[in-house]
């Protein structure tokens, strides 16, 4: 489903949840995945890279490191707050152009980008196919996009999206929904060729999460993402339930203080 339609989406991403966001989000959840996007795209000094709903810059800084001071990087996002906060980051060495768009429509030049990355984004998107096809305009001949999102839903999400439509509302819940929804191969392989791109491949592979006990993750990931302003609007009495549900399933994958979790990433390359 389109978070464009649904209550929650990061369109509504406010607060301080992107500060929030990259603060906690990232060393957990998001610089694992940009880790093995990164890995995957296989950067090479001095090449020219974009990073499509760049959020706060994980990607973009990493990818900024790889390709050094002869390279060029721009990262993009629709989300002014997420990109206050990746402005705000240093960088070490290459110079981030920052620009704030949506991935349907990229205010930049044909052929301008030797490689488009993007990390735990596209599912957001509405018109996945107008972004894919801009993302190849924008590619140089040969160019290479490699695109990281997750699913299915792990068990431990798939608690925390009943326990939200259970204690705050369906619509809610779908948010989680949308995190998890862009992972089957034939799907991504299709999006991808039907936007023209060649050679399209789409990999699974697991990653190990550690993440903080079940309270403290609990409400580090609702004051991360744009669950914070819904679940601000529920009474103490459903936010207790929620708390006490949520925290409850997760007991099973805590040990010594910690939640350890193995997600799926799913990794889609091609050329252009
Ligand atoms: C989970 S965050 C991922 C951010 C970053 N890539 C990372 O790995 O930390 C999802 C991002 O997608 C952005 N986004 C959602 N829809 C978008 C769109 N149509 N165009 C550009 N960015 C979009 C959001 O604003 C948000 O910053």
New binding site residues.
Partial sequence: MSTSTSAVS?RQ?GGNAAENYDRYF?PTI?TP??TALLDTAGLQVGERVL??????G??TRLAAQQVGPTGAVAG????QA?LAVARSAPSSGTAIEWHE????SLPLADGSFDVVL????LQ???DKAS?LREMRRVLAPEGRLAIATVGPTPPLFAILEEALGRHVKPEVAAFIRAVFSLYEPQELEKLTSGAGFRNAEVRSKTLSLTLPEPREFLWQYVHSTPLAAAVAQIDDEARAALEHDVVAGWRTFTKDGTITDDICIVLTTARK
Wanted: glycine content about 10%; overall charge negative.
């Fill in positions: 990061f991403y990232v998001g995945f940009a990073d499509i709903a760049c959020g706060t994980v990607v993009l996002d629709v989300n997420m768009a949506n991935a349907e993007s990390s735990l984004g957001f998107v509405a972004a």
